[in-house]
């Protein structure tokens, strides 16, 4: 396995490091300001900004594999830049390549008709709406997704929508004119067969944006996690993907690189982290010493290094089996990221935290904010136990006869 940059990963790599330290770190502090200043749930001109500078310097829709609509970047390919973009919390938006956008995105290139490609694909390749992803449900454990009993039924040649989702990332966004919902179609079908993923936009009757769910307190607002009612809403038939009782068969395509997308931004996450432990420890003094020199301090240092190190190397494995042997066949590796990249930048942020004493806990350091949203990763894309489930029954697997 070569994990070397090509000359074209090489250059895109140094474009967006370069495009990150003039305009995206600098902005930082702007766009909280800019959300604190005016309607908290609308778009702020700083970040508008950004994905227009993004655009003009051809940094723009990366994530995109196997697509001539993307920069016609491998798994592999990507995994460094969304690393980079990780390290800021209004990067990937900046570079249309955001969640839950790209893995939407992705679903129709690999699943949508012409024309649901005509009416949503384009606009959101464009930066110019945004979508969602209804999946969990607050009435059943949603890390069981045969669980979920918002429905679908047909009625000639409309569904019929009901149900309550939330946790659905982005639907605050008055951009947001898209959800992508997972529900019952056919509930005496077998298990993985029941359900079904529909276009349902956003404006529709009957769809209710309930209230934006604070994360540790945080609202994330302009983009939100919202509690999202669909009563009786009315859709065209055509508007299933893929086919009835397929919503699994996609679920299973669109969560192997969106999970991966957000464990290469963990590793960036935990590299800013890292950052800011080495600048804090060398710049305070207690005792009579560098904070650098104190108790155990150049330890955590040391296993920050080397835990990052770790989990970008499993990271970059995953990738390349994603490449060559297919979502399928990497699984484990898969679920094997997903349980360690979130779980690494949590050691390094709170080591971080801790070098910074109460400014780590403040909001004059990004470290809390960090450390709420990876927390909250280590559920987002299905809790650890499950993706662990799959590794053990993945290495038992191994010892049982083939029936």
Partial sequence: MDFGYSPKVQDLRERVDAFMQEYVFPAEPVFFQQVADGDRWQPTAIVEE???KARDAGLW???LPESELGAGLTNLEYAPLAELMGRSFIASEAFN????????MEVLVRYGSEEHKKQW?????NGEIRSCFGMTEPGVASSDATNMQANARREGDEW??????WWTSGACDPRCKLMIFMGLTNPDGPRHQQHSMILVPMDAPGVKVVRPLPVFGYDDAPHGHAEVI????RVPYSNVLLGEGRGFEIAQGRLGPGRIHHCMRSIGCAERALDLMCKRSLSREAFGKKLAQLGGNIDHIANSRIEINQARLLTLNAAYMMDTAGNKVAKSEIAQIKVVAPNVALQVIDRAIQIHGGAGV??????AYMYAMQRTLRLAD???EVHRGTIGKHELGKYMPKR
């Fill in 382 to 384: 299905g809790p650890d």
């Fill in 61 to 63: 829709n990366l994530f």
């Fill in 160 to 165: 019929v929508i009901n149900g309550r989702k």
């Fill in 230 to 233: 669909l009563e009786n809403v």
């Fill in 362 to 367: 403040s909001e004059d350091f990004p470290l």
């Fill in 50 to 52: 950004l994905k227009q």
């Fill in 97 to 104: 390549c955001s969640a839950p956008d790209t893995g939407n």
């Fill in 121 to 125: 694909l384009e606009p959101l390749l």
